[in-house]
């Protein structure tokens, strides 16, 4: 995270952050920072409370073998001001790109991702046709897991994001892919969410499943998606 003046990069290794950080560095002094976690179960924490942490070319991140669940893991924190996104790899599971503002962390290795404290959010499928699931294992924050174009991606966490954008559309070949998203109850439940978006682009046949919980559906959906179907199980959909 941000020293408190913004001058420097402050970088807690196995350490409180109530504390003197392990790593002090004035940030005119470096370009890119690069994480290794080598073996055992890691957590990377950019925490943008105090302002964008990220240098101009942003992060790597490799999360390396883990020791089981929950695996290798990315916790990316905003100050509640500037956007973010998440976009998984096309091609190999465990690895993509987030962007906080408009600097990139590139990670590979990892499970979970977790996203708090942005303005705005979204989550960027990487193939045409994806079958998505949303669910919560916590109070106060809304889960989504899956596969795209067959590749499992690493699930998304988030909580305490205004405006998120689940975006199945962006990377759609010519004619679309077919988009398959399964909501469990309770339904979207994230913490501060007012603005929930569904972009399943130009597929003949995508499919909104909510078998649980209550799931209010933006007005964008309604421009976006050229074929949705919905099903509902006894569930509040709006």
Not at 14 to 19: L, S
Not at 98 to 117: C, I, K, Q, T
Not at 212 to 236: E, H, I, K, P, R
């Amino acid at each position: 995270r941000l020293e408190s003046t913004g001058d420097f990069e402050d970088i807690f290794q196995n350490a409180p952050i109530t504390g003197d950080p392990t790593f002090h560095l004035l940030r005119s002094g470096f370009t890119q920072l690069f994480f290794d976690g080598g073996g055992g179960n890691d957590t990377l924490f950019v925490d943008g409370s105090r302002g964008n942490p990220l240098p101009i070319n942003g992060i790597d991140y490799i999360g390396g073998a883990d020791n089981g669940a929950p695996g290798d893991s990315l916790q990316l924190i905003g100050d509640g001001i500037f956007g973010g996104s998440y976009a998984p790899s096309a091609t190999t599971p465990g690895s993509g790109s987030a962007l906080l503002g408009n600097l990139p962390v590139h990670f590979s290795g990892l499970e979970p991702v977790s996203a708090s404290a942005f303005s705005t959010f979204s989550l960027i499928t990487p193939n045409s046709s994806d079958a998505l699931t949303i669910d919560s294992l916590s109070p106060g924050a809304n889960r989504i897991s899956g596969v795209s174009g067959g590749i499992a991606f690493e699930s998304l966490t988030f909580s305490a994001i205004p405006s998120f954008t689940l975006d199945a559309a962006a990377n759609d070949a010519a004619g679309g892919g077919n988009d398959n998203i399964t909501v469990f109850d309770p339904g979207l439940i994230a913490s501060g969410l007012s603005d929930f978006r569904l972009l399943t682009g130009g597929g003949t046949s995508n499919t909104l499943t909510v078998n649980g919980g209550s799931f209010n559906l933006d007005n964008d959906a309604d421009n976006a998606n050229l074929t949705l179907n919905v099903n509902t199980d006894g569930a509040g959909i709006a």
